[in-house]
Every structure is written in C-alpha cells, then in structure tokens.
C-alpha cells in the first residue's frame, strides 16, 4: 500500500481505479495559407460558437451548483468579450499571418502568464479561466474533442490541472472523484468539486505508474491510499455507503413538499454560524436559513467589525441563497461567547448576565452599525431580522424603535431595502408566559429550546453531574412550546424552532400535530428530518 | 473630469464577479471611466482582464474617474455601485 497526500476540497470519500487523463496536446499549425482578414472570420465565428457553448455550460451550471458558482461560465462569456484580448488575437493573425488557433493559444498563454505572475493568490488562479477559454476557441477551431475524460469505468480521475468547464462537463456518474497535482482550494475548480459533492484531493504528486491501480480517496484525511490493504478498504467502503446514504436521500427528496402523507405542510429550514456555511444549505436543499447567527462576525474580529464589512458579509450569503429566506439573528453575545474589544466584566452567572439584547439595546450604535449592514443587505434577497434573549414587550418594541431609526436614515440617504419581517427568540420562560402580547409586536417567534429548556428545568447543561436530572423531553418545556404555538396564532404570528430539539425525529411528529410551521436544524440534519416528514400521516392516531 | 475615492471592503477585493458586473455597468454609461489603484496602476472599467489584472484587494483605496458625457450621473451611479458591491 502507498500513501499520498494532498490538501482535501471536500470531506468524502471516493473508491476505484485510478485513470491519468492527460490533455491532447493541440496540433496548431502556425502558419496560415489564408489571408488575416479570412483568419479573424474563423476565429470570430468559432468564438462565437464558444460563448454558446459557455451559455449551455452556465445553465447546467445554474441548475446544478446555484447562481454563484456558475457565475464563472458568465465571466468566461466576459472575458472572450474583452478588447485587450480580441486586440491581441487580431495583431497575431495581422502581424505574423498565423492561423487564428495559433495566435488564440498564444494570447492565452500569454494573458495567463501576466495573472500567474500576480502576488495575491486569488488572482493567481484565474490564469487557469483565460488558458481555459482560449483552448475553448482553439478547440473549436481544430475540431478537437476530449475523448478520454469520461471514456470506460467510473474511475478516479487523476490530472495535472482540470479547468472549471472540464469539471462541469464530466459526466458525474463515471466520476468518482479527482486528484490533481496543481490548483488551489480558491480556485472555481475547487468550488465547483465541493458544490457537486465530487470528493476531490489537489496538490498531489503523482506519477504515470499510478494509472489503472485501485485507490481510496479519503478527502477526511487528505489523502490517497494507492492498492489499500484489506481491513482499510473495508472501513473506507463502510464509510462510504453512509455517505452514499445522504447522497441518495437528497436525490429523492431535492425540490419535493415537506408535505406529511395526509398534507399537513411544514418549513425546513438550516442553521449557519458562518457565511461560508451557506453552500452546505444549498448542497442539503433546505428552503431557507431560519437562523443565520450573526456573532462569529464579532467573534471573528479584533475589532468592532464595520457596517461595510457586515454588510458585504450579509449580502453574499442573501445573493447565494436567490430569494430563499434569510434570517439573521442580531449580535448574541456574552455567556459563552466573548470578544475582548466589549470589555465585558466577568460575571458570576453570566448565563444570566448581561449578554444579546441586553448589550445592543444599551450599546445602541454597535447595534446599529449591525442593523444597518442586515437592512442594505435585505434589498438583496429575503431577509428577516430576529431578536435574542428577550423577556419583555418593552425590549422588543425599544429595539423595533432602533430598527425604525436605521430604517428611516437609510431611506433619507436613499438607500434600497427590502421588505423585512420582525421576529424575536422565544428562549426564557417569560417570554413563553409573555407569548400573546408579545407575538402582537412580531411577525414570527423562533423558539431557542437549548436556552428555553436551561432556564426553564435551571439546568445548566455544560455541568456532566446533572446529566441524570436533564431530560430534553421535559413535559414543561414541550407545553412551554405549545403554549407558544398557539398564543402566536392566535395573533396571525408564524412559530418554529431553531433549537436543537427541532432536529429530534423522535418528536417530529409531535411539533407538527402542535402546528409548528417551522422547523430549522444543522444543515446535515435537513434531509433525514424532511423523509420523515413526508412519512407521517398525522389523520391516523398518535404513535406517541 | 469627475472623481471619488474609494476604499475596497469586499474581502476578496475586484475579483472575477464583481469585474465582471463592474463592466456591465461601465459599459452603461455615456463617460468613460477609469479606476486608479493607489500607486499609480490604472485600467479603464471597461475592459475586464485588465480591471482583473490591477490586482485591486481589500482595503485598498481606488480613484474612480469619469470623463466625457453626463459625468455627474456616471459617477454617481459608479459610486452606488461599490457601495453595493465591493
């Protein structure tokens, strides 16, 4: 057995034989017989051909890894539209009389060369989007085709480099995953992998001896296992299936209703703590964001992080998402959670402390320099705004009064914002007592049963010692939920769940006869809660 | 021959995408515009690879210029545009 190692791009596995793809070298012949004038016609008219080919590419794109990843192919149709490249291209044909395949190859190479001498690493990686285009045209010129890519088996493909088109246009069933000795983790190529779930390994050194031998790509460990020994191919293979198990899960269930068998509807929604979580929502096709904490932004920083820099985050993560549902819980510091630039005091009960709300409504401009980044980004996509930690109608109407002032200075200012709707955390037992008043100031309470279930049983869950005293499934806290529901219905208030025990199948069918209309779990919990939901028949009596 | 300055926050800087919107819109206009990089590298914002190839990152400060035709509008609209998107 040899092992080799790489830098993983995705966290999968991929088993088979190994298969060296070498790209056909193009033929170009560098001297034309035809006039310059006759050269630039075929050049033009296959670069025409080529921006149809990348319009096709983008739609599948479009359809398979969502609007921001097939950005590229559009940017592709850019660059092949660009003057300073057209112009270089012409003054190779008109200056050396060389064929229209030789001066686009030449113009490529060069164009990508100023890019790879680039220092910031991003930019680097596009030198692989020119050379990618220019051999796009001259492969339409020489009538070239790949054969080779998706010829025989399924089979690990193992290249030097593979271009973002090359990854989109593999046929996915005969790929099983990719090793490649170039590229970067930045590169579209890597985003693409990641987004069509191909287990992918870059950065390896591999040689020619390599081809046709049986490999296990194990993305978890960043590496390749070349003819594994028995007992770590039969681990990889289990591994394997229950990934595979998630895969076809999601093939059964992507664009269908949460929809039970008797049509009882509910929303699945994902939790992100981090704007680059968005893809695993998109990846495990659930509807919406319904809790998007806001803190790692704060956490992540040294300092107060700047309305700009809140809002570029913001609106990335509200773009990707294309009109799905974004709900942005604001700053839930404190506890828990510390940055040092708060200078918060050290508390005896900090669980009780000064944390959330408590902070933004008596820091107003940290609150709202973070209001105002969540509003110029709603002009984006959906977006709702959800209120932490609250225990009083006064709370939620001082900070709806803030929320107003941000409102109004932006529309002075002329600034576009989207329809937002105001929602708050349902997590202490007050606010639950406090339900029927407070759901007359919102438009959606969210139920946060970690902190709901801690105040209500006063259980601190971090403590092993009370393990035997804690049950999730405490009848208080369950009517504490219903209680919920219900008094928000009664003033036309939509309830879900974005606590842990809203991914606890044991009491799906539970919430769904209280009418929840919500439920948000961890990405990776979307898909096997959405199969259940669309099993039970909630006419026929409980099972519980 | 109007101008602002502005400072990227976008944390990737004028990448792929935003170069690429960033051309539509200049194409838009009736002024031609220009962005400088602090240090004296310029591309006209029409032209993609060359925008791509000034290597613009985050927390650099760029001029934005804009020459010929309704300038006011232009750089108004320009200004609007980095605003939303870098």
């Given amino acids: 057995m040899q092992v080799a190692t790489g830098k993983s791009i995705l966290n999968g596995i991929a088993i088979g034989p190994l298969r060296i793809y070498k790209k056909t070298e193009i033929q170009t012949c560098q001297n034309s017989t035809l006039t310059p004038a006759e050269e630039w016609e075929r050049f033009d008219a296959a670069r ?16 398979e890894v969502g609007e921001e990843n097939a950005a590229i192919f559009e940017i592709h149709q850019m660059m092949l539209d660009d003057d300073d490249y057209l112009d270089a291209v012409k003054a190779i044909i008109d200056t050396q009389n060389t064929t229209a395949e030789y001066a686009v ?28 285009i220019s051999r796009r045209v001259a492969d339409i010129l020489t009538g070239q085709q790949d054969a080779g890519m998706d010829g025989g088996r ?125 893809g695993l929502v998109l990846q495990n096709d659930a509807q919406g964001i319904g809790l998007f904490r806001s803190e790692f932004i704060y956490l992540e920083s ?19 998402m294309a009109g799905k549902k974004v709900i942005i819980r604001t700053l839930d510091i404190g506890a828990d959670k510390q940055a040092a630039y708060f200078n918060l005091d050290k508390e005896e009960n900090p669980a009780l402390g000064y944390r959330a709300i408590r902070i933004c409504l008596t820091r107003k401009e940290v609150f709202k320099q973070q209001l105002r980044a969540i509003l110029r980004a709603s002009a984006f996509g959906t977006v709702s705004i959800m209120f932490p930690m609250i225990i009083s109608v006064r709370e939620v109407r001082d900070a709806k009064e803030i929320l107003a002032e941000c409102t109004a200075e932006l529309q ?32 959606f309470f969210s139920l946060g049963t970690n902190d709901l279930t801690q105040y209500t049983l006063a259980i601190d869950r971090q403590n092993p010692k009370l393990d035997n005293f804690y049950d999730p499934h405490h009848p208080a806290v369950l009517r504490m939920i219903r209680h919920t529901v219900e008094a928000g219905h009664r003033h036309g208030c939509w309830v879900g769940i974005c606590g842990e025990l809203g991914a606890d199948l044991t009491l799906t069918e539970t919430f769904l006869r209280m009418g929840l209309d919500e439920l948000s779990v961890s990405p990776s919990a979307v898909l096997p809660l959405r199969k259940l939901i669309r099993s039970l028949d909630l006419s026929s009596a409980p099972t519980t | 021959m109007k101008q602002f300055t502005y400072t990227i926050t976008d944390p990737v800087g004028i990448h792929a995408r935003p170069a690429g919107l960033l051309v539509k819109a200049a194409k838009a206009l009736d002024s031609a515009i220009t962005i400088e990089k602090a240090g004296g590298k310029s591309a006209p914002a029409t032209k993609l690879m060359a925008l791509m190839g000034l290597g613009v990152k985050s927390g650099d400060t760029v001029t934005v210029t804009a020459e010929g035709g309704s300038e006011e509008a232009s750089l108004a609209a320009m200004e609007r545009f980095f605003q939303e998107n870098l």
């Avoid at chain 1, 921006?51 to 359809?63: H, P, S, T």
């Avoid at chain 1, 040294?302 to 990707?320: G, I, S």
């Fill in chain 1, 48 to 63: 025409r051909k080529a921006q149809e080919q990348l319009a096709g590419l983008y739609d599948k794109a479009l359809d």
């Fill in chain 1, 105 to 132: 190859t030449t113009t490529g190479d060069n164009f990508s060369a100023t890019f790879a001498a680039m220092e910031d690493e991003y930019m680097r990686a596009r030198a692989a989007d020119v050379k990618d």
């Fill in chain 1, 154 to 278: 399924p089979a690990i493909l193992v290249a030097d480099d593979l271009t973002p088109s090359e990854t989109v246009q593999l046929d996915k069933s005969k790929l099983l995953g990719f090793i490649t000795r170039h590229g970067s983790s930045n590169s579209h190529t890597a985003i693409l992998a990641r987004t069509m779930n191909i287990p992918a390994l870059i950065g390896v050194d591999f040689d020619d001896s390599w081809d046709g031998r049986l490999a296990v790509l194990d993305g978890y460990n960043h590496c390749v296992y070349i003819d594994p020994a028995q007992e770590l191919l039969a681990t990889m293979e289990e591994k394997r299936k229950s990934d595979l198990k998630q895969e076809s899960l999601l093939q059964n269930l992507k664009k269908k209703p949460n929809i039970t068998l008797d049509g009882k509807e509910i929303k699945v929604y994902a939790n992100i703590g981090n704007a680059s979580d968005v």
């Fill in chain 1, 302 to 320: 040294e300092n107060y992080p700047t309305e700009d820099q809140q809002f570029a985050l913001y609106k990335r993560v509200v773009e990707t």
């Fill in chain 1, 412 to 443: 002075a200012q002329g600034t576009a914002i989207g329809k937002v709707e105001v929602g708050i955390m349902i997590e202490t037992p007050a606010a639950v007592m406090l339900a029927d008043e407070l759901a007359q100031e919102v438009d």
